[in-house]
């Protein structure tokens, strides 16, 4: 029988990582199915535990279960350590191993498909939740000149911002006036209500990108802003979506796909 691998979450049906994960299998000529697994938000052990007795042999995790997906593993990366959360689970016997590719996923997206480098550039990333906390270590990597995080709660950037290793400024939205970012990266959930975060006038440089993690939803109010306000370049999630799939793939198989052509699949349907 081909290898069992699954997206867990809820909801969880309207997910592309089947199809992208069909599209790498074809690509490498990997033996594997890949499909769904709807978890009741209590019980996502129990509903792992079950997919692992079936011969399951990898997850990928979105909400609301990457923190939970973190505790529930033997061994975690030290991307996983340092997010608190994990996006992917890899089964070896008893072994349960956690890693978090959202970073490495959003990092892939701007420097190779973006051509967006961030050595020495003002990064503004907005929210302190968990898409934040996954990609601000490989963010803080490549070096930029400044970073900050803006979040409704200032108080939760604040506490983020100590709990990883860089230099980091935090505050509230209000703190953004009269400064000016060369990427803005929008890690809140407001785009899925069809929201705007409370940013001020002019926090957009010029050559700015405007990146909102979400995607599938056409123009958000984020990016329609960012256009307002004068940013060159935008950029919704679903790059960032193919290349952190790309990295789960590979630590499950071993291959690298090409992300690329997946990508450009998913932007033609």
């Known amino acids: 029988m081909p290898d069992q691998y699954a997206v867990i979450g809820n909801p969880v049906a309207h997910s592309k990582s089947p199809l992208i994960h069909a ?28 997919f692992r007795a079936r011969g399951g042999r990898g997850l ?31 089964f070896d016997g008893a072994a349960i191993f956690a890693d978090n590719t959202d970073g490495a996923g959003l990092v892939n997206d701007l420097l190779h498909n973006l051509g967006f480098a961030i050595a020495g ?4 990333l907005l929210g302190a939740g968990g898409a934040a906390r996954g990609v601000i270590e490989p963010l803080l990597l490549l070096q930029p000149a400044q970073f900050m995080l803006a979040n409704r709660t200032p108080d939760k950037a604040q506490q ?9 400024e935090a505050g509230a939205y209000a703190a953004l006036a ?9 890690a809140t959930s407001a785009s899925l209500a069809g929201e705007l975060p409370p940013l001020p006038s002019g926090v957009f440089a010029r050559g700015a990108l405007a990146y909102d993690m979400m995607y599938d939803k ?45 990508l450009k699949l998913l932007r033609q349907i």
């Not at 550039?121 to 503004?124: D, K």
């Not at 009269?178 to 929008?186: A, K, S, T, W, Y």
């Not at 790309?246 to 997946?262: H, K, L, Q, Y």
Request: glycine share 8%; with cysteine.
């Open 178 to 186: 009269g400064r000016q970012f060369d990427l803005v990266i929008n």
């Open 121 to 124: 550039r003002r990064i503004l």
């Open 60 to 90: 990928n995790v979105t909400l609301p279960f990457k923190g939970e997906a973190c505790r529930y593993a033997s061994v975690l990366s030290s991307r996983a350590r340092a997010a608190q959360a994990a996006n992917t689970l890899k």
């Open 218 to 262: 056409g123009e958000t109010p984020f990016l329609a802003f960012a256009r307002e306000q004068g940013a060159a370049l935008s950029a919704d999630g679903l790059g960032m979506l193919v290349e952190q799939a790309a990295e789960s793939f590979f630590i499950w198989r071993g291959v690298r796909p090409d992300s690329a052509a997946v």
């Open 160 to 168: 983020l911002a100590q709990s990883v290793h860089g230099a980091i």
């Open 23 to 50: 599209a790498f299998a074809r690509q490498t000529g990997q033996d594997l199915v890949y499909g769904t697994l709807l978890a009741p938000k209590d019980a996502f052990a129990a509903t792992v535990d079950a």
